[in-house]
């Protein structure tokens, strides 16, 4: 069994692939928390994937699935292209290991689909035991102070070094408000890994909230030699579900 959130089609709204055609799975439950995102679902508060996060009051709506396959090929039957495959969640490395998850991922694979795990890169791949995730990217969104989560819980170097090193096209991707804009957490963070490509994009779950932080965000990523990204998603749909 593995806990599905919600599958759907639709394009990629962040991080170095945006705009890519993609099928999304979420997985439920997370290691993490952050509250410091502030979003409030009646008394609860903490990210946008709240429904994916937090077990004790979601996991009822969470489908217990058995097998993945079917649920990617009803979206591929209606399609003549390979769309990107995305893992995300709440953490979905939490369920790295299981079998449901790795027969998806290897057949997606050799179906010749780029597949791509949202991650926040704490908990570290055995690579050596499952070698079918060097064939996966990481979009690894390592948490900053801002998420308001304790540093040793949010930063796992052995975690991220394990992923940069036996990827190929793994990337950082951060996000900031306009308070965060002068953070020196994004150079220490990724100072050992040179060549792993950095994507910046504003805090926010609706429109109105991105506008708030864009340009500020944008021009640091100016000053500091990142890559900037919107979240198209919220620009175009705010928070609606399945997109
Ligand atoms: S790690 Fe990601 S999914 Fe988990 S609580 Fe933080 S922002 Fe949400």
């Known amino acids: 069994m593995i806990p599905l959130v919600e599958s759907f089609y639709s394009f990629q709204g962040e991080g170095r692939f945006v705009g890519t055609p993609s099928i999304f799975i979420r997985l439920g439950g997370c290691n993490l928390g952050c509250a410091g995102f502030g979003v409030k679902i009646d008394t609860l508060i903490g990210c946008d994937s709240l429904k994916a996060v937090n077990q004790e009051y979601f996991s009822h709506t969470w489908k217990k699935i058995d097998n993945l396959i079917p649920i990617i090929n009803d979206y591929l039957k209606e399609l003549d292209f390979k769309p990107d495959i995305v893992i995300t969640g709440g953490e979905p490395l939490l369920h790295y290991q299981n079998p449901i998850l790795l027969d998806a991922l290897k057949e997606s694979v050799l179906k010749g689909h780029r597949v791509t795990f949202e991650t926040n890169a704490t908990i570290e791949i055995d690579f050596l035991r499952f070698p079918i995730y060097k064939k996966i990217v990481f979009a690894m969104s390592v948490k900053l102070e801002n998420s308001g989560e304790p540093k040793s819980k949010r930063i796992n170097t052995d975690a991220i070094s394990a992923i940069v090193s036996n990827t190929k096209e793994s990337f950082f ?16 963070i990724t100072k050992e890994y040179p060549n792993t490509s950095i994507y910046c994009m504003p805090l926010g779950s609706r429109a109105s909230e991105l506008r708030k932080s864009d340009k500020a965000v944008a021009n640091f990523c100016i000053q500091n030699g990142y890559n900037f990204v919107d979240r198209m998603h919220i620009r175009l749909w705010d928070n609606e579900e399945g997109r």
């Open 173 to 188: 991707k951060f996000v900031l408000s306009e308070n965060d804009v002068n953070t020196k957490e994004i150079k220490e």
